[in-house]
């Protein structure tokens, strides 16, 4: 199996930042207060960043069995990080529709 740490740490810094952007720009524009979208970003933020340690890691580590161990819950926080993201996308959606 190929390892995926380096990627998991590669997409989890950028979408660290792509987080940071959206909370940014609900505080400039003061709309966070009206939906849980902040939330949802911030939450996002703290995962993404621990995905971003245990990526690096399994990168560093010299025992395949840690290596494999956090490489796992990299891969975990990554994938519920996504999940806030994607919540974050549709709450943005719905707030345009309506």
């Given at each position: 199996?190929?390892?995926?740490?380096?990627?998991?740490l590669n997409a989890s810094s950028n979408l660290l930042g792509f987080s940071l952007i959206i909370i940014t720009s609900l505080k400039i524009s003061k709309?966070?207060?009206n939906t849980?979208?902040?939330e949802f970003a911030g939450?996002?933020?703290?995962?993404?960043?621990?995905?971003?340690?245990?990526?690096?890691?399994?990168?560093?580590?010299?025992s395949e069995k840690q290596e494999n161990k956090y490489e796992t819950i990299a891969?975990?926080?990554?994938l519920i990080a996504l999940f806030c993201i994607v919540l974050a996308v549709i709450i943005v959606t719905v707030k345009i529709i309506d």
């Open positions: 199996m190929e390892k995926k740490s380096t990627h998991i709309i966070s207060g849980h979208l902040d939450l996002a933020c703290l995962l993404f960043s621990c995905s971003c340690f245990f990526s690096f890691l399994a990168i560093r580590t010299k891969d975990y926080l990554f």
